[in-house]
């Protein structure tokens, strides 16, 4: 079955700092990947997705790509603000993320010291 | 645009009473809805997915007859846990897509959180 592996939290940097988040995934076929936001008392926010091999999504500053040789996403940002500070959580469909399900990694919880 | 609300936010309930969870898409007409189950320190679990007037469809392990799924409508769906124990205990999140759309996303409440006593 399909399944997601993310890094474990919490996660502390100061702003301005480099971001990564490592993912990596096992899936059948070729799945969509996806890193969703959650900021404290709010649901899921699509941060960003990308749909097959080598495709770089990018949001608000954020980007990953996809890159099937490692079955990773990770998420990178250049300089993080306080206002990233959220749950962060990498995911995938078999489809293009509206008609399955989603496969959730178990989340990295991000703090940025001011 | 594409918001989604979940009722009510948290709720409390005695062993062996039913709860019912509603899901709302605000502004979009959802064509398919999914339920996910979320313990502390853990992913989310996708429970079932549902399409408005179709029975849903449930994970492998989850059972049909304790989470009563309905879809009736384009912006409803519902949750019943049935006869809630303490285990049945979490934090149940929705979301909710639109298909007829050309961007496929599935757009999340903000979850609601159950604790059985």
């Known amino acids: 079955g399909n399944s997601v592996t993310q890094m474990e939290g919490p996660v502390t940097l100061s702003e301005e700092a480099f971001l990564t988040i490592n993912c990596t995934y096992t899936a059948t076929g070729y799945p969509s990947l996806f890193w969703y936001v959650q900021y404290p008392g709010e649901g899921l926010q699509l941060l960003l997705k990308a749909t097959k091999a080598d495709d770089k999504g990018s949001n608000k500053g954020f980007e990953a790509t996809y890159r099937k040789e490692t079955t990773s996403f990770h998420l990178e940002k250049g300089s993080v603000q306080v206002s990233d500070s959220a749950v962060y959580f990498c995911a995938l469909s078999d489809s293009g993320g509206g008609a399955d399900g989603l496969t959730f990694g178990k989340g990295t919880h991000l703090i940025i010291q001011p | 645009g594409a918001v989604v609300s979940q009722h009510p936010s948290w709720v409390i309930c005695k062993s062996g009473t039913s709860v019912k969870i509603e899901c709302r898409s605000l502004d979009f007409q959802a064509t398919t809805m999914f339920w996910y189950r979320q313990f502390p320190k853990q992913s989310l679990m996708l429970m079932a997915t549902?399409?408005?007037?179709?029975?849903?469809?449930?994970e492998q392990g989850v059972e049909k007859d304790k989470f009563l799924i309905n879809h009736a409508s384009l912006t409803l769906s519902t949750l019943t846990v049935t006869s809630a124990h303490p285990e049945d205990s979490s934090f149940y999140i929705c979301s909710a897509s639109d298909l007829t759309r050309l961007q496929e996303t599935q757009y999340f409440g903000p979850g609601t959180r159950l604790l059985v006593l």
């Open positions: 549902s399409n408005e007037g179709s029975k849903a469809t449930y």
